[in-house]
């Protein structure tokens, strides 16, 4: 026997038995969009928490510090980025209400 123990078929850890269906497979447009409104909705949140840290982050810099306008900057592309979320949201929230 070898030292390492081989599965014969092995496990994939990229869908782990807690995750959600994933969006292949659905079998409705409606039921697809829904998929993509709550993949938005998740990162809307995620980019929210992540503005807030960096915000908080930076008050704790001096202006001068290099990282201070690397991190103005970046909120300020994160926020364009939450625009665009929900402009997208608002969209697939529309196509759902047609179906």
Known sequence: ??????????????????????????QTEKGVLQKELDVNLVEQNLLQQRILMMQSFINDLASSDPQ?????????????????????GDTLVKQIEKH
């Open 68 to 88: 201070y306008s690397m991190l103005c900057i970046q909120v300020k592309m994160d926020l364009l980025e939450i625009d665009e979320l929900k402009r997208r």
């Open 1 to 26: 026997m070898s030292p390492f123990f081989k599965e014969k078929h092995p496990v994939n850890f990229s869908l782990p038995p807690s995750s959600p269906p994933l969006i292949q497979d659905e």
